[in-house]
């Protein structure tokens, strides 16, 4: 399986995203996983949070093919998210996972959807599903 993982630079439960990709390995196989690369400063904690982060933590520690798709916010502004999704939803990727988020998040996975990826959102127990 080829995954796109996006999601919301807020998501600061590192162990319900690796819980997660690792129900989706253990039962299909992820060969090959992207992300946008996005994250963000906890203070409180003192580390990096983000969908996007504890993917690419999670794809490192698992050796698993992959990369992140950096948006180049200095060249293109607000319009660099939408960018970096495009050219995401254009990769030979199968499927599309999204951890919670807004805006960016929906964008990602209506792109994904519209290229013919399998496409799924989840929440974290404790949260509702944000208005799209």
């Known amino acids: 399986m080829f995954l796109i993982v996006c999601g919301g630079r ?3 439960d590192r162990d319900w995203v690796w ?3 690792d ?3 253990r039962k299909h196989g992820i060969t090959r996983m992207i992300e946008g690369g996005q994250r963000k400063w906890c203070c409180d904690r003192r580390e990096y949070i983000g969908a996007d982060w ?3 933590c999670w ?5 698993v093919d992959g990369e992140s798709y950096l948006a180049d916010w200095g060249a293109f502004g607000r319009g660099a ?3 970096r999704n495009s050219t995401m939803a254009a990769t030979e990727s199968t ?3 999204g951890f919670g988020g807004n805006s960016g998040t929906s964008d990602m996975l209506e792109k994904a959807e519209r290229a013919g990826k399998i496409t ?9 599903p944000q208005p799209r």
């Open 10 to 12: 807020d998501v600061s």
């Open 19 to 21: 819980r997660v990709l």
């Open 23 to 25: 129900g989706i390995h």
């Open 54 to 56: 504890f993917a690419k």
């Open 59 to 63: 794809r490192e520690a698992r050796g």
């Open 81 to 83: 998210g939408p960018r």
């Open 95 to 97: 499927h599309c996972l």
């Open 120 to 128: 799924r959102r989840i929440f974290p127990v404790d949260t509702k």
